[in-house]
């Protein structure tokens, strides 16, 4: 062997090995925050929302009384942002993830509260073990404020760069129309080209909440009234998002009636504890072929 061969095994050798991170994947990441259904609404559903986090007593004690937000999405999908003031966003839609949500956004909220104000925020793709969102918030329900389009993303006199309200306006051109309904939590609004859809998150656990579908729809009561279609269902960070599909020209706050009906018979449904007729397995067999799986 080569004098410079044998250095160079030498050297592989006495490097210190890169311990390898291995990745979990958590089905329910938002499990055990109050508003687990709207955690999971804002990351799938909501192109433009904002809510304020409070940090836990350990957070405040170490980085002070910080301001951080929660937003659907940043510039770029950047994990988070570091404001000249001190103010720090965590981004819900970003392009890296690990199989567990909860600890990508827990650190980058951290990476973001240890960058000097104004830096750049560097947050790993995989973080690895650590501390989740359930442990680094003063838990409560979320206060979610909708928004049209992305100017909350910008300081003051910022939208005055022409780079910036050019990229802005290419955001807020992808941004299909969303309303927050009242009639139920986690139930959004949003308008497509051609159609409408309301799709709600739903809180109960998997089976409960599908055996419940399949008695309205055995019933023939899934559909949120004339015109309309229950066009199937999803999962979501393990709970069940059933979607229709309404008449576009119909505006969102008419809705507000039909899905507080259907949220009433839903709760009846749920209620019931005798087991599924033949009709009903029928029905759950057929939901089960139209759910499709998002991770």
């Known amino acids: 062997m080569s004098k410079r061969r044998k250095s160079q095994r030498t050297a592989a050798d006495t490097a210190p090995r890169r311990e390898k991170v291995r990745d979990i994947f958590v089905p329910r990441p938002f499990d055990g925050l109050v508003d687990e259904p709207e955690w999971i609404a804002l990351r799938e559903l909501v192109p433009a929302a904002s809510a304020p986090l409070r940090l836990a007593p350990a957070l405040v004690e170490e980085f002070g009384d910080r301001s951080a937000t929660l937003a659907t999405v940043l510039p770029m999908a950047a994990p988070a942002i570091s404001k000249p003031d001190g103010r720090v966003l965590i981004g819900l839609q970003r392009h890296q993830q690990s199989g567990d949500v909860s600890r990508d956004l827990a650190e980058a909220l951290l990476c973001a509260l240890r960058t000097e104000p104004g830096g750049q925020v560097a947050v790993p793709p995989l973080p690895g073990p650590g501390p989740r969102l359930q442990d680094i918030l003063a838990d409560g329900p979320l206060d979610i404020t909708m928004h049209e389009g992305f100017e909350f993303w910008l300081d003051p006199g910022a939208g005055d760069d022409p780079t910036v309200q050019a990229s802005l306006e290419r955001a807020n051109a992808a941004i299909y129309p969303t309303v927050r309904l009242t009639a139920a939590k ?76 259907f949220a009433k018979r839903y709760a009846e449904a749920l209620a019931a504890t005798d087991p599924l007729d033949a009709a009903g397995r029928r029905a759950r067999q057929g939901l089960l072929g139209r759910q499709l799986t998002l991770r």
């Open 186 to 261: 986690a139930a959004y609004w949003c308008q497509v080209p051609e159609k409408a859809h309301v799709r709600w998150v739903l809180p109960e656990d998997e089976d409960a909440a599908l055996d419940a579908l399949a008695r309205l729809g055995a019933a023939g009561s899934l559909t949120l009234g004339e015109q309309t279609k229950f066009a199937g269902m999803f999962r979501a960070h393990g709970r069940l998002v059933p979607v229709w599909d309404l008449p576009e020209e119909t505006p969102a706050a008419d809705w507000e009636d039909p899905v507080a009906q």
